[in-house]
Nanobody, 117 residues
Framework: VQLRASGGGLVQAGGSLRLSCAASGRTLSSYGMGWFRQAPGKEREFVAAITWSDVSTSYADSVKGRFTISRDNAKNSVYLQMNSLKPEDTAVYYC???????????WGQGTLVTVSS
């Protein structure tokens, strides 16, 4: 599976961005999907996840209420709607596919989000 993340860019604090992650090579419908981010000088951290059946979502406390993860299995894609962005949301965002045992096995190349104050 190849994952390609897109939609990053420069936005002012309080603004919104929508990240997309498109898959090729295999259907994503049997995988859970997640978004992670890594800020300069920091470790990669979990942002959000959605189950393969689209029944359950989970979020990091830092983004709860501001970010929304969704997926479209017909388009083999997953999305991250980011609202009320803060400068501390600045990072490279990665999408990843998760097996049913919970292991993230496929990763996208990342897309840079920069939030200016």
């Amino acid at each position: 599976v190849q994952l390609r993340a897109s939609g990053g860019g420069l936005v002012q604090a309080g603004g919104s961005l929508r990240l997309s992650c498109a898959a090729s090579g295999r259907t994503l419908s049997s995988y859970g999907m997640g978004w992670f981010r890594q800020a300069p000088g920091k470790e990669r951290e979990f942002v959000a996840a959605i189950t393969w059946s689209d029944v359950s979502t989970s979020y990091a406390d830092s983004v709860k209420g501001r970010f929304t993860i969704s997926r479209d299995n017909a388009k083999n894609s997953v999305y991250l709607q980011m609202n009320s962005l803060k400068p501390e949301d600045t990072a490279v965002y990665y999408c990843a596919a998760r097996r049913r045992d919970g292991v993230y096995v496929y990763w996208g190349q990342g897309t840079l989000v920069t939030v200016s104050s």
